[in-house]
């Protein structure tokens, strides 16, 4: 794992706007090499749009995001793959009459270039597919199998390899186990385990507090717009981030989530 | 069964080839002194020529999920345009490319009006130009066909080589040569490319190319261009072997190309399908004509018949890959 005293990527006063509505404002945090940030919040809290302005898709209004110490600003999707920040979709977002190994590199396909056309080398990229899900331990019958015969889980493993496939440093994954079979969502929570020891650092969208406590390393939490609370993992408890989600501090067993046991 | 995605790649491609070899094979059987004549052979090929490339044109646009309509009136702008253009006197290298360049006109109006009015479905665009084209086409040349081009410009539509053992008017078609050209570079371009593969995932999931950096209304532009060019090639060849542009060419022979491109196992909602499929959906729909034409049956059979083969393909289709999901 790589440490160092500068954070990955650090968000510095976010706002964003459309038209009369705001989106988010005065959002603050960071996240460090290597680590895994959870970020839980209501819908309408806000998740989306910070995540769509980390991963380029919209450009923040108000505020800055340094990357590595240096301001960064993404105009686009390609910009921030391009600073090794990728996103991983709920839906997945694979063509599913498209072989694995195609998916995996779409866009950034091997061969030899001629202006914007790229003659592929299905070969090398077959090779280069195989490899990569070797690293991750992703088990798959073939690199040359249709992502639409896939089940959730080997879905989603492939999602993730097409986002670690060129040097991320950050990955983001928006509610990575919402659409997986019960027994599929171990699977996933290893795998994103593993991206953190290749040194990956990984920001969680999630509802789940299951998923949340089993890999994330600090966890903060969006309320009406704005970072509203966060901590380290072992310094708080699920009753307290329930909490925060509702807009409450301090909250614990006095819940009526609780009493319902 | 033993599922493995190359026997089933291999199955979706060529299966299809088999469907073309046992029709000839009844055909041959049923008029054996006709059929098999290289002159009725030549016939097929050169009759179809025209279909293939307006097939061509439409599998691309399928691919993407899409529908191009106007197909069949961009070649007969294209036609007249260039046919026009032959009996002013232009230089005739000139002329050879109006053809073509009309249609891709037709296809950026296409592609333009799709993404940029964000239309909902190309359906909509293409009716619009399917019109406006056909518009064009009678305006153009007030309703009356234009004959007598100069021979360079019938070349590709007339010309075939005997080889020395065809007895004339047989031989290999300059058409069908073209038609081998364009299907090989079709099939590079879809499958050997980058923006190729990127038309395939279009069809797939527009999001998952969208997200993976792919500039998905530059390639939907680029798609209907293809289709305009090769309805222009395709008008090029009609007025060649006609000698003329004649503004009624090609009225409803867009869902020819479509039917053509289904029963070549495309699927209408993009994303699958082959060039080879296109080719053997275009021969399928020849050889059913020339079948039937050869054992005298009349053509309102043939549509009747051409029209159950459309569903029957579809059919098999769903089946086959049914097959392949229970594995």
């Known amino acids: ?17 459309f038209g009369a509505i705001t989106a988010l404002h005065d959002v603050n945090f960071h996240v460090g090499h290597g680590e895994v940030l959870g970020v839980v919040g209501d819908n309408g809290a806000g998740k989306s749009t910070l995540m769509k302005i980390l991963s380029g898709l919209y450009q923040p209004s108000e505020g800055e995001l340094i990357l590595d110490g240096k301001p960064a600003k993404f105009s686009s999707p390609k910009d921030a793959r391009a600073a090794g920040i990728e996103m991983v979709y709920q839906d997945f977002a694979l063509a599913g009459n498209m072989a694995i190994y195609e998916n995996i590199y779409m866009g950034r396909e091997p061969g030899r270039k001629f202006g914007p056309l790229t003659i592929i080398d299905h070969k090398k990229a077959r090779e280069m597919a195989q490899n990569h899900l070797d690293n991750l331990h992703i088990h798959v019958k073939s690199v040359d199998q249709n992502t639409e015969d896939l089940s959730g889980g080997q879905r989603q493993a492939v999602a993730i390899a097409r986002a670690t496939a060129f040097h991320a440093q950050l990955v983001i994954m928006d509610e990575p186990t919402a659409a997986l079979a019960i027994k599929e969502v171990g699977k996933v929570l290893d795998l994103i385990k593993r991206l953190k020891d290749h040194g990956v650092a990984v920001i969680i969208i999630s509802h789940r507090m299951d998923d949340i406590f089993y890999c994330c390393d600090r966890v903060m939490a969006l309320y009406q717009g704005t970072n509203f609370a966060e901590s380290g993992l072992a310094e708080t408890s699920r009753n307290e981030v329930i909490g925060w989600i509702m807009g409450t501090k301090g909250h614990t067993a006095s819940l009526a989530h609780d009493r319902l046991n | ?38 002159q009725n052979l030549t016939n097929i090929l050169k ?17 993407t999920a899409g529908i191009d309509l106007s197909v069949g009136s961009t070649m007969a702008l294209s036609m007249v345009t260039l046919a026009i253009a032959s009996r002013a ?20 109006v296409n592609g333009v009006g799709l993404t940029w009015l964000r239309l909902p479905h190309p359906f909509i665009m293409t009716l619009g130009t399917l019109n406006v084209a056909r518009g064009l086409t009678y305006l153009v040349t007030d309703g009356a066909p234009v004959s007598g081009l100069q021979p360079e410009v019938r070349y590709l539509g007339q010309a075939y080589y005997d080889l020395g053992i065809f007895a004339p008017p047989a031989g290999i078609p300059a058409s069908l040569i073209l038609v081998a050209v364009c299907a090989i570079g079709l099939w590079f371009f879809l499958e050997k490319t980058n923006t190729g593969r990127h038309i395939y995932a279009i069809g797939g999931n527009p999001q998952a190319a969208r997200v993976s950096g792919v500039n998905v209304d530059r390639v939907l532009v680029l798609v209907y261009m293809i289709s305009g060019f090769m309805a222009g090639l395709g008008g090029l060849l009609l007025a060649g072997r006609t000698d003329s542009g004649f503004p009624n060419a090609g009225i409803g022979l867009e869902l020819d190309a479509i039917a053509a ?16 499929g296109v080719l053997a959906g275009v021969l399928i729909m020849g050889l059913l004509r020339n079948g039937l034409n050869i054992n005298n049956v009349s053509s309102f059979w043939q549509m009747v018949l051409i029209g159950a083969v459309i569903i029957f393909a579809v059919w098999i289709d769903v089946i086959r890959r049914r097959a392949a999901v229970r594995r």
């Open chain 2, 261 to 276: 491109v289904i029963i070549g196992g495309a699927s209408f909602f993009g994303g699958r399908g082959t060039v080879i």
């Open chain 2, 89 to 108: 006197g232009l230089p005739w290298p000139v002329v050879l490319l109006i053809g073509p360049m009309v249609g891709i006109v037709v296809g950026i």
């Open chain 2, 47 to 63: 009759q179809n020529a025209t279909l293939a490339l307006l097939a061509l044109g439409m599998f691309v646009v399928i691919v």
């Open chain 2, 1 to 38: 069964m033993i599922y493995s995605p190359k026997l089933s790649k291999f199955l979706e491609t060529y299966g299809i080839i088999l469907v073309v070899i046992a029709m000839m094979v009844v055909i041959a059987i049923s008029r054996p002194d006709v059929f098999l004549t290289p």
């Open chain 1, 1 to 17: 794992m790589v440490q160092s005293d500068t954070p990955l990527l650090e968000a510095r006063g976010i706002a964003k706007y």
